[in-house]
């Protein structure tokens, strides 16, 4: 009975596995005691797949072909013998009609493809015979061959296939017995001569099976090779380059094109990392320079209070660049979290209304419609920094007040979570560009109350991570920025 249990499903798939693999472990053994041996099954072995495709392709071909050819070598040999069996019965029927009207002659007449005839009584006299076996006693069977009985016929003194076909006759004197003896040297040729020409023609097969399959293959892997070579050549600092694409439309094709695209990727992201770099040392370099620059007029100023203010100015500085510093790591984190989801279930709107109290009504109010209940798979220290985030942006821009409202969308059962201001709209070209890193519009350039252009990226990155989304949407009056977040399962 078998068990229907997975553990017992997997058991029996490592048995069979390891039942597998024993012809394979002791060929390994064999070869591992004779080290010529493994060194010559080494060398023969195709290693490109121009020969492993070509060599698959001629087995089975040959395969194909011995089957075949002893298909029809059987085929025709049966026929041939069935041809031979019919002629010696239907002597032997005229033979026994002749003798139960009591017509027998010596010697016997023999049709064309017939060897001998021989009436035997039963007493194992000879009655009559032809020609070839006139004196001669009676012909008696000496075994079987291929499923008939055979006799001895070398005193016919010609050593050949015989087929033997024997009828029981009544007579006026008793019961008789023909033996008439059929040739199969005809059977015997034929079968040579088809063999000779299917093994020539399936020789000649074979090697064209193989060199097409060389040519084809070599043909079809060139620009497989051409795409490896311009890859190999390509460096960290060339990624401006391309594999050359075929012009068939095939898998090689569409390989090229998925290899051209992810270099374009990888282009990309280089360019992007090296303009997050330049931006970021721009970022830190500017408060550096103010920070050393308030530190060496406050060491050089004698009076107390404004060394005290040169002091705190550059404390304002220190906490900027700390922030600077702490939104980079964040980055760096959420890069490297990759797919890896936080799965710590997460009460939406609790955290909302937590984060909203938390900041209090300064710069301006915000109002929040966020339903109890609604809870997603996140990590609650990311979330409320996506919040905050959001947050930040709306009341700076807002003019009399910011809106906050969770929901769930029927459509696709995710949470939706909407922050809105009544502030200057977003334009539809800088919609996307607000999510680059170090990115600034025009009206917030400002360090002070633009800050460093990190905030919304990083909210960006927190949804991506959750599996979610973060878009700009321009609504009546308002500019929302809505954030999708999957929902939690229940157990």
Same mark, same amino acid.
């Given at each position: 009975?078998?068990?229907?249990?997975?553990?017992?499903?997997?058991?029996?798939?490592?048995?069979?596995?390891?039942?597998?693999?024993?012809?394979?472990?002791?060929?390994?053994?064999?070869?591992?005691?004779?080290?010529?041996?493994?060194?010559?099954?080494?060398?023969?072995?195709?290693?490109?797949?121009?020969?492993?495709?070509?060599?698959?392709?001629?087995?089975?071909?040959?395969?194909?072909?011995?089957?075949?050819?002893?298909?029809?070598?059987?085929?025709?040999?049966?026929?041939?013998?069935?041809?031979?069996?019919?002629?010696?019965?239907?002597?032997?029927?005229?033979?026994?009609?002749?003798?139960?009207?009591?017509?027998?002659?010596?010697?016997?007449?023999?049709?064309?493809?017939?060897?001998?005839?021989?009436?035997?009584?039963?007493?194992?006299?000879?009655?009559?015979? @032809?020609?070839?076996?006139?004196?001669?006693?009676?012909?008696?069977?000496?075994?079987?061959?291929?499923?008939?009985?055979?006799?001895?016929?070398?005193?016919?003194?010609?050593?050949?296939?015989?087929?033997?076909?024997?009828?029981?006759?009544?007579?006026?004197?008793?019961?008789?017995?023909?033996?008439?003896?059929? @040739?199969?040297?005809?059977?015997?040729?034929?079968?040579?001569?088809?063999?000779?020409?299917?093994?020539?023609?399936?020789?000649?097969?074979?090697?064209?099976?193989?060199?097409?399959?060389?040519?084809?293959?070599?043909?079809?892997?060139?620009?497989?090779?051409?795409?490896?070579?311009?890859?190999?050549?390509?460096?960290?600092?060339?990624?401006?380059?391309?594999?050359?694409?075929?012009?068939?439309?095939?898998?090689?094709?569409?390989?090229?094109?998925?290899?051209?695209?992810?270099?374009?990727?990888?282009?990309?992201?280089?360019?992007?990392?090296?303009?997050?770099?330049?931006?970021?040392?721009?970022?830190?370099?500017?408060?550096?320079?103010?920070?050393?620059?308030?530190?060496?007029?406050?060491?050089?100023?004698?009076?107390?209070?404004?060394?005290?203010?040169?002091?705190?100015?550059?404390?304002?500085?220190?906490?900027?660049?700390?922030?600077?510093?702490?939104?980079?790591?964040?980055?760096?984190?959420?890069?490297?979290?990759?797919?890896?989801?936080?799965?710590?279930?997460?009460?939406?709107?609790?955290?909302?209304?937590?984060?909203?109290?938390?900041?209090?009504?300064?710069?301006?109010?915000?109002?929040?419609?966020?339903?109890?209940?609604?809870?997603?798979?996140?990590?609650?220290?990311?979330?409320?920094?996506?919040?905050?985030?959001?947050?930040?942006?709306?009341?700076?821009?807002?003019?009399?007040?910011?809106?906050?409202?969770?929901?769930?969308?029927?459509?696709?059962?995710?949470?939706?979570?909407?922050?809105?201001?009544?502030?200057?709209?977003?334009?539809?070209?800088?919609?996307?560009?607000?999510?680059?890193?170090?990115?600034?519009?025009?009206?917030?350039?400002?360090?002070?109350?633009?800050?460093?252009?990190?905030?919304?990226?990083?909210?960006?990155?927190?949804?991506?991570?959750?599996?979610?989304?973060?878009?700009?949407?321009?609504?009546?009056?308002?500019?929302?920025?809505?954030?999708?977040?999957?929902?939690?399962?229940?157990?």
């Amino acid at each position: 009975m078998a068990d229907p249990t997975p553990g017992g499903r997997t058991l029996r798939a490592m048995l069979r596995r390891r039942l597998a693999l024993r012809p394979r472990l002791a060929l390994r053994r064999r070869l591992a005691r004779h080290p010529r041996l493994a060194a010559l099954a080494e060398r023969l072995t195709p290693r490109s797949v121009r020969a492993r495709t070509t060599l698959a392709a001629c087995l089975s071909v040959a395969v194909v072909l011995a089957a075949s050819a002893a298909a029809v070598v059987l085929l025709l040999r049966a026929n041939l013998e069935r041809t031979v069996e019919t002629g010696a019965r239907e002597q032997a029927q005229a033979v026994a009609r002749l003798a139960a009207d009591g017509r027998l002659s010596s010697p016997l007449p023999l049709d064309h493809g017939t060897d001998f005839i021989q009436v035997v009584d039963a007493n194992g006299r000879v009655l009559a015979a @032809s020609q070839n076996l006139a004196g001669r006693p009676a012909v008696a069977p000496t075994g079987h061959r291929d499923g008939h009985r055979t006799y001895n016929v070398r005193v016919l003194g010609d050593e050949h296939h015989q087929r033997v076909a024997t009828m029981t006759a009544a007579t006026p004197n008793g019961p008789v017995t023909v033996h008439v003896g059929a @040739s199969l040297r005809t059977a015997d040729a034929a079968e040579d001569v088809t063999t000779a020409a299917l093994a020539v023609l399936s020789t000649v097969l074979l090697l064209t099976v193989g060199l097409l399959t060389w040519r084809a293959t070599g043909r079809a892997l060139r620009p497989v090779e051409a795409i490896r070579a311009e890859v190999a050549a390509i460096g960290d600092r060339e990624l401006n380059r391309r594999v050359p694409e075929p012009r068939s439309d095939d898998e090689i094709a569409r390989l090229a094109g998925t290899m051209n695209a992810m270099l374009e990727r990888l282009e990309a992201a280089g360019a992007r990392q090296r303009r997050f770099i330049a931006d970021a040392s721009h970022e830190l370099r500017s408060p550096l320079t103010v920070l050393r620059t308030q530190l060496e007029v406050a060491l050089g100023l004698p009076d107390p209070e404004v060394r005290a203010e040169m002091v705190a100015g550059a404390l304002e500085d220190t906490e900027r660049l700390q922030r600077l510093a702490a939104d980079l790591l964040l980055l760096a984190r959420l890069d490297v979290a990759g797919q890896d989801r936080p799965q710590e279930a997460v009460d939406l709107a609790e955290l909302v209304r937590t984060t909203v109290e938390a900041r209090g009504a300064l710069p301006c109010p915000v109002t929040v419609h966020a339903p109890a209940g609604l809870t997603v798979p996140g990590n609650p220290l990311w979330l409320g920094r996506l919040l905050t985030n959001l947050l930040d942006n709306a009341q700076r821009h807002a003019r009399r007040g910011v809106t906050v409202r969770l929901g769930t969308d029927r459509a696709s059962g995710q949470a939706v979570l909407d922050v809105a201001n009544d502030g200057p709209p977003i334009g539809p070209d800088d919609r996307e560009k607000i999510f680059e890193r170090f990115a600034r519009l025009d009206d917030a350039r400002s360090r002070d109350d633009g800050g460093a252009g990190l905030g919304l990226p990083i909210a960006r990155d927190i949804a991506a991570v959750h599996g979610g989304t973060l878009t700009v949407l321009d609504t009546p009056g308002a500019t929302t920025f809505r954030t999708r977040l999957p929902v939690a399962r229940p157990n």
